[in-house]
């Protein structure tokens, strides 16, 4: 009998290097001048449309195509049947993740793509949906991706209520663990393979902070820089 293709993995399904060019390209429609009352609402319409091009080439294209492959097999690994994501999603301990997950680094100067590269990620992923599970349960959600931002220089509470929040969630208990677990939680029963912490040099209030984190970075058992 064949191997039933599990929503959490199809998903994926047919995102090869073709379809990953065609989500993350962007070019917006052409200006015309005889559409804005005054310079200064043509010149912010510039801004945006060149702020939002965005052209593949093959080093962003090998850069998506490790992540979506990551996420992949996440997914390969984490949702091995029905049953068995019910019953996580019941475990007060929250889910059991077979494989351990690393931090991957996207580094660079300012003005080389960065966030226009994380902005298009957006694109790339499986879009948010809903799946039935099983009969007698509600549509579960499928959402790829979480983004944060680490602008506002919040603390790691309060950046972990937004997080559950923004993503569906009521904030219960008040220890950092707890709402690891339950951000933990959440995140696997919306089948989410990836975080997006943005602006992580907000993360220190110095103008050493750059160089703080990625120090930090090095102490960490594995990690992969692009």
């Not at 696997?188 to 990625?214: H, K, M, N, P, Y």
């Amino acid at each position: 009998m064949e191997r039933e293709l599990l929503p959490w993995v199809a998903r994926f399904d047919g995102l090869d290097r073709s379809t990953i060019r065609s989500r993350f390209e962007h070019r917006p429609d052409p200006i015309r001048t005889s559409d804005y009352d005054s310079k200064n609402d043509l010149v912010e319409a510039l801004e945006q449309a060149i702020n939002s091009i965005a052209i593949f080439s093959d080093r962003v294209g090998n850069i998506l195509e490790k992540i979506v492959d990551q996420c992949y097999r996440h997914c390969v690994a984490t949702y091995t049947s029905r049953q068995g994501f019910l019953a996580n999603c019941n475990n007060e301990l929250g889910p059991e993740f077979p494989v351990e997950v690393f931090p991957k680094m996207l580094t660079g100067p300012a003005g080389i793509g960065k966030t226009t590269l994380i902005e298009r990620l957006f694109h790339v992923l499986p879009q948010p949906t809903t799946v039935p599970i099983e009969s007698g349960y509600s549509m579960f959600p499928l959402t790829s991706v979480w983004h944060v931002s680490l602008r506002r220089n919040r603390a790691p509470r309060e950046m972990l209520r937004d997080l559950i929040v923004k993503y569906g969630g009521v904030p219960s208990g008040s220890s950092i663990d707890d709402l690891v677990r339950q951000c933990s939680c959440l995140a696997f029963q919306s089948g989410t393979c990836l975080l997006v912490a943005d602006e992580l040099q907000f993360l220190a209030r110095s103008q050493a902070a750059s160089a703080a984190i990625a120090v930090s970075y090095t102490h960490l058992r594995a990690h992969e820089t692009y």
